[in-house]
């Protein structure tokens, strides 16, 4: 059975440093990746998903995520994190079904 | 922004009423699904269709019940409800094919008294 795991609850970083969300799958073959955020008292937008190509997949408002295959893991990025990217992230994965399996959400912090 | 409508966005109501979360998209999308989620939790998978006339409950058991007579419609109904329904509803949509993401409303936040 697929799976997906977000091994933090709670990432908290300073308005202008990097941040990095993670998320680690479990399934055999290809999998499609997906990053979602979510602010509060509103439904979940769509930032980058994986489907073939360049590991490294750039999405909306400068957020990217780096595709390993051998340590099945695909972590959200940000160069420069902002206040205002304070949400609740979500990874998810689909594999051979149609049915997205999200991860237990991360909470991101920037602290100004 | 994806047009994905939910109404009501809240709704506090007494126990054993019947409720219909309404859910439309502008998207002419076939596939549909109704998500439940407890307030900053992961989200559970309650009801899905493929298109017109298909409905199919999801990985998490739900009293709930849909129904699907027209492409952009899929509302959700709790025949009579309870405090154990008190949960956030988030509808979604999406195109066919796996690497199609999918784009929700913005849910109903539901409290049975």
């Known amino acids: 059975a697929q799976s997906v795991a977000q091994p933090e609850d709670q990432v908290k970083v300073a308005e202008g440093n990097p941040l990095t969300v993670k998320c680690t799958y479990s399934?055999?073959?290809?999998?499609?990746l997906f990053w979602y955020v979510q602010y509060p008292n509103r439904g979940l937008q769509f930032l980058l998903k994986?489907?073939?190509?360049?590991?490294l997949v750039k999405g909306s408002y400068g957020f990217e995520a780096e595709f390993n295959k051998s340590q099945t893991s695909f972590h959200l990025k940000k160069p420069s994190a902002l206040v205002s990217d304070s949400a609740l992230y979500f990874c998810a994965v689909r594999f051979e079904t149609w049915q997205l399996t999200f991860g237990s959400g991360t909470q991101l912090t920037v602290l100004p | 922004e994806a047009d994905i409508y939910q109404t009501p966005r809240y709704l506090v109501i007494g126990t054993g009423k019947k409720i219909t979360l309404e859910c439309s998209q502008t998207?002419?999308?076939?596939?549909m699904y109704w998500y439940q989620q407890d307030p900053g939790m992961e989200l559970h998978l309650i009801h899905y269709?493929?298109?017109?006339?298909?409905?199919e409950k999801g990985d998490l058991s739900s009293e709930s019940t849909v129904s699907r007579i027209r492409t952009e419609h899929f509302p959700l109904t709790l025949e009579s409800a309870r405090p154990s329904h008190t949960s956030q509803y988030l509808c979604a949509s999406s195109d066919p094919g796996g690497n199609q993401p999918q784009h929700f409303g913005d849910g109903t936040r539901l409290s049975i008294l």
């Open positions: 994986y489907i073939t190509g360049d590991n």
């Open positions: 998207m002419g999308h076939d596939k």
């Open positions: 399934v055999s073959g290809n999998p499609y």
């Open positions: 269709s493929y298109g017109v006339n298909s409905t």
